[in-house]
């Protein structure tokens, strides 16, 4: 059984920048497509970008010409990239990943496997 495993998280103030990364392990079969979703207590969960393979992206319009996701295969990790942090980003932000691309990302049903979390807080 793999494991996802997020690192990066932290405090920044409004404005600041964060990276999260996310490190893939112990998966027998590829995994193609993988995303960030983050999720404040009492909300629904939230899908903030996608990956598949390493080209194509896609973004919640929350966070687009802010966030950058982007993959590096070699080290099974994927990266979020996070400029011009606003309060309304303070999250627990999760990794997820699939063996498949599969269409309404954001919903978060196309993923078959979740990290546990970290915790992004923007103050001002």
């Known amino acids: 059984q793999g494991q996802l495993v997020e690192s990066g998280g932290g405090a920044v103030q409004t404005g600041g920048s964060l990276r999260l990364s996310c490190a893939a392990s112990?998966?027998?079969?590829?995994?193609?497509?993988m995303g960030w979703f983050r999720q404040v207590p009492g909300k629904e969960r939230e899908g903030v970008a996608a990956?598949?393979?390493?080209?194509?992206?896609l973004y919640a319009d929350s966070v687009k010409g802010r966030f950058t996701i982007s993959r590096d295969n070699a080290k099974d990790t994927v990266y979020l990239q996070m400029n011009n942090l606003k309060l309304e980003d303070t999250a627990m932000y999760y990794c997820?990943?699939?063996?498949?691309?599969?269409?309404?990302?954001?919903?978060?049903?196309?993923?078959?496997?979740w990290g546990q979390g970290t915790q992004v807080t923007v103050s001002s």
């Open positions: 990956i598949w393979y390493t080209t194509t992206t």
């Open positions: 112990g998966y027998t079969t590829s995994i193609t497509f």
């Open positions: 997820a990943a699939a063996r498949q691309y599969g269409h309404r990302w954001w919903t978060g049903e196309a993923f078959n496997f």
